[in-house]
């Protein structure tokens, strides 16, 4: 299950019927869980970890150092879960801080030329496509979709279930559920046909847009008028729109409308 041209650390940890291919080099302190597969010159560095049943694609570069000039030259991390696929030259950073990993999920995919800088976290069943990339610090909640070629600014918040459309421009927080497109980027809908593809009801899809009509097609308020009106409003008994607007109220780089 390893190729003779692979190099591997006497230290890394390597579970059971893990497959590495030619030239791929294992780093010290490096631990792959069973069933992962690495095609071939993937290159995994640093304290890094990794859970069970994850494919690497040719060119990955995962764990390597911070890009970040505070990076003092402690012992960093990145803690990967179960079930991510990494396509060709997909570059994973672990973080600047020993106290603040860069932390990715489970059952993520990421495409061609992906990014996930120092610091990030991401959570579970996420899609990264080709050339979509994150600054440190920011956080990706879970089935959120980042389109071909987006950038997205240090320290955002991509909120769940939401889409980032290519070529998008990314500086402040994008609400949960919902479209953003453009550059800079802005709020374009709810986004119905994930929703729907995931499970959501129509009712519960009707109480998200009389939410997302109050909060972001609503220009003459600003975002705390906005949210205030929404609490008051019948939608705000769904607990999907009480999510939305908890998301909206610990923003602190500002909100996407």
């Known amino acids: 299950m390893i190729h003779h041209t692979a190099i591997i650390s006497e230290s ?16 010290d302190n490096v631990t792959i ?15 890094t970890t990794i859970g069970k049943d994850n494919l690497f694609f040719p060119f990955a570069a995962i764990g390597q150092l911070t890009q970040d000039l505070k990076y003092k030259h ?26 603040t990993p860069t932390t990715i999920g489970n059952d993520n995919l990421f495409l061609c030329y992906a990014h996930v800088a ?16 994150l600054a440190g610090h920011v956080v990706v909640e879970d089935h959120v979709i980042i389109s071909g070629l987006s950038g997205v600014h240090q320290f955002c918040r991509i909120g769940a279930h ?3 459309g290519g070529f998008t421009k990314v500086v402040q927080d994008i609400p949960p559920f919902t479209i953003a497109d453009g550059n800079p980027a802005s709020v374009r809908a709810i986004n119905q046909i994930g929703l729907q593809r995931r499970g959501f009801t129509s009712d519960e899809i009707a109480f998200l847009r009389r939410a997302y009509k109050r ?40 909100v996407t409308r």
């Open 118 to 133: 120092h610091d990030c976290v991401i959570g579970n069943h996420c899609i990264f496509s080709n050339n979509g990339s």
């Open 162 to 164: 939401s889409i980032v």
């Open 215 to 254: 909060l972001f097609f609503n220009k003459k308020k600003n975002l705390t008028e906005a949210i205030e009106d929404t609490k008051q409003a019948d939608c705000a008994t769904s607990p999907h729109v009480q999510q939305l607007i908890a998301f909206l109220e610990k923003s602190e780089r500002g």
């Open 74 to 99: 402690e012992p960093t991390f990145l803690i990967i879960g179960d079930r991510n696929t990494f396509r060709e030259n997909t570059t994973i950073h672990r973080s600047t801080s020993p106290d």
């Open 12 to 27: 890394a940890n390597i579970g059971n019927n893990v497959s590495i291919g030619p030239y791929c080099v294992i780093g």
């Open 33 to 47: 869980g069973d069933n992962s597969t690495l095609k071939s010159h993937v290159v995994i560095e640093g304290h």
